[in-house]
C-alpha cells in the first residue's frame, strides 16, 4: 500500500479509495436525460421533502457550479452550523431560480456538467480535499470528495425518477459504487456504540447488486477491518434498495431494520441502522 501523500490525512479507518472518476460523466448525462423527456406537470411533481422535481434539478446545477468555483453561497451566519448554512444557501438557490424555466436549468446543468465531468476526470484521488462529515473526516481525501459527489447526483436523480413513476434505475456499476460510498460512514455511525474491542458487525446487501461491509471495534473508533477471529456478533442483510435509501434517509431506520434480516445481537444491528450518508 503507497503511503499517503504529505500533508493528506490519515484515513486507513475509511477503507480503500473508490474511484468514481469516470462515472461522472455517464451519470450527469443520463440525469439530462431524465430531464428532457419530462413532461410539464412531471416538474411539478414532489421529488423529496418539501422540494419538487424542479427544485431539485435547480438544486444540482447550483452544486456544480459550486464545485466550478461560482461562489453563491456567500457567508455563515452568526453561529450557524455547517449543516444549517449547508440547508439555508441550498434553500436560498432554490428559491432564486423556481421562476427559471426547465429548458434554461436543462442546458446550464448539462454544460456545467460536462465541465465538472471532466476535471473530476484528471483528479489526483489522494489530494486533500472537502470534509465529509457523514463519514466523520475534515478535511477528506479526495477519493471519498468526489465519490461522495458522485451519490449527490446519483440520488437525485432516482428522486426525480420515483417521483415521475420510474424504479431505480438498476445500473449495477453506479448502484455498486453509490452503496459503497454509502457504506463508508459505518466507522462514523457507530462512534457512539459501546462494545468490547474486537466486537463485528456486518453489513450485507442482497440482490442483483450485492455487497458486504465490516466494521469493528478498536481501542479507538471503529475501523473497517475484520475482528481477529473473523466472526460477527451482528449480521445486518437487506436487499440493495433498502440499504440505498436508509443512507439517505429515504426511509428510517426502523422500517429497514423491520425489512433487515438480523443475525445476533440487535442492538448492534440498530445501531448500524442509524448509518446517514447525507448531510442532515
Avoid at 37 to 58: E, I, K, N, Y
Avoid at 97 to 121: M, W
Avoid at 193 to 201: E, V, Y
Avoid at 243 to 271: E, H, K, N, S
Amino acid at each position: 500500500m503507497s503511503p499517503e501523500p504529505s500533508g493528506a490525512p490519515e484515513v486507513s479507518w475509511l477503507g480503500g479509495p473508490i474511484d468514481a472518476r469516470a462515472l461522472f460523466a455517464p451519470e450527469l448525462a443520463a440525469l439530462v436525460a431524465t430531464l428532457r423527456v419530462l413532461t410539464p406537470a412531471d416538474w411539478s411533481r414532489t421529488a423529496t421533502g418539501h422540494w419538487t422535481v424542479h427544485a431539485v434539478a435547480a438544486h444540482v446545477l447550483g452544486d456544480c457550479l459550486g464545485r466550478l468555483g461560482h461562489n453563491h453561497r456567500g457567508g455563515f451566519g452568526e453561529g450557524e452550523t455547517v449543516e444549517a448554512f449547508i440547508h439555508r444557501t441550498n434553500q436560498q438557490w432554490v428559491d432564486r431560480h423556481a421562476d427559471t424555466s426547465p429548458a434554461s436549468l436543462i442546458d446550464d446543468l448539462a454544460a456545467a456538467g460536462d465541465r465538472l465531468a471532466r476535471r473530476f476526470a484528471t483528479a489526483d484521488l489522494h489530494e486533500t480535499a472537502t470534509g465529509v462529515s457523514w463519514a466523520g473526516v475534515d478535511p477528506a481525501p479526495a477519493w471519498l470528495d468526489i465519490a461522495r459527489e458522485f451519490t449527490e447526483y446519483w440520488t437525485h436523480r432516482q428522486q426525480i425518477r420515483h417521483a415521475t413513476g420510474h424504479t431505480t434505475d438498476p445500473e449495477p456499476r453506479a448502484l455498486d459504487t453509490a452503496l459503497d460510498t454509502f457504506m463508508r460512514a459505518l466507522p462514523h455511525t457507530l462512534r457512539f456504540t459501546s462494545a468490547p474491542t474486537g466486537t463485528q458487525i456486518d453489513v450485507i446487501a442482497e440482490g442483483a447488486v450485492s455487497g458486504s461491509w465490516t466494521a469493528t471495534a478498536r481501542a479507538d473508533r471503529w475501523s473497517p477491518a475484520e475482528a481477529p477471529n473473523g466472526r460477527p456478533s451482528a449480521v445486518v442483510m437487506m436487499d440493495a434498495e433498502t440499504l440505498w435509501r436508509l443512507a439517505t434517509r429515504d426511509i428510517d431506520p426502523a422500517d429497514a431494520l423491520a425489512r433487515a434480516r438480523v443475525q445476533g445481537d440487535r442492538r448492534l444491528a440498530a445501531a448500524a441502522c442509524q448509518i446517514v450518508s447525507i448531510v442532515p
